[in-house]
């Protein structure tokens, strides 16, 4: 037999074996994926849906606040599957990265509010109202999935001021408890939860912990105003006491490193915690999977927002 009938036969053995591969479950699809890689690890947790419909416990839902319902705007809302009226629940406030985005593993972002879930990754879906805010054009009256506003100027205002409200709203309508509200964020999301939640005193008061992933506002100049350290430096003093866990994947020069040396450098002390993925991935799903961070992020937030 000559090589090329071997190599024909081969061939067809493979193709053979496909429709089985195809039938075969993630778990052993995953095995072409670094250990690096989220894709490594089989997912345990689920993202819900959004769908239309009213707020109930173990859904997830399409809402917008009633000031805003002459507009296209509009969040996520979940409700653990606990949930009963008259009783009080921590919140998880949440902003999504920029979109669209592809990285070069293959990670994607939409930059909507239905692509967000660190907060069901941190939560199980249980124990805390989920809420994925979006970011708004600057007359506010539809989502934007490229930083806030329009450019170039990126007004942040109508996205402070949804924010502001909705927390509100969801606290008085869904019983949030106002003292215990976390605030997390991913890519565009981590810059978020100091260039919008810390904006003014009003909103920097309203957060009871922060949790931002991969970026954090002041390390690095972008395209929109006041990204510069100096406007940064006046946001963080606002953070006071607050305490952030400040995550970051394996890799990149905006991670951990940058910016725990960009800390040092503000000279403004804070309650800082710092955390490595484990991951390379830019990619808030890997809150979706078992790992020894997640294990730490969730004993983080039990500590310093369900216990404290």
Known sequence: ???????????????????????????????????????????????????????????????????????????????????????????????????????????????????????????????FIWVCLPYLNNTGVENVTQWWGNPASYDPQPTVEYCKKTVAWICETYGGDPERVLLVGFSRGAIACNYLGLYDDEIAGLWKAMIPYSHYDGVRLWGYPKSDMASARTRLKRLRDTPQLICHEDSGRSGLEATTKYLDRTAIPGNFTFLSTGFRNHNDAWVLRPSSARAQLRRWVQRHVLED
């Open 1 to 127: 037999m000559t090589i090329f009938t071997k190599s024909i036969g081969l061939l067809i053995s493979f193709l053979g074996l496909l429709p089985w591969l195809e039938s075969q479950p993630l778990n052993a699809q995953m095995l072409s994926y670094p250990s690096s890689d989220i894709r490594s690890v089989a997912q345990d947790v689920i993202v819900p849906p959004m769908v239309q419909g009213i707020a109930a416990a173990g859904t997830r839902v399409r809402e917008t606040h009633p000031d805003y319902r002459q507009t296209q705007v509009y969040h996520a809302t979940y409700l653990p599957k606990q949930w009963h009226a008259g009783e009080k629940y921590p919140v998880i406030i949440e902003f999504a990265g920029n979109g669209p985005y592809r990285s070069p593993f293959g990670d994607v972002s939409s930059g909507r509010v239905e692509g967000s879930c660190l907060g069901i990754g941190i939560s199980r879906g249980e124990k």
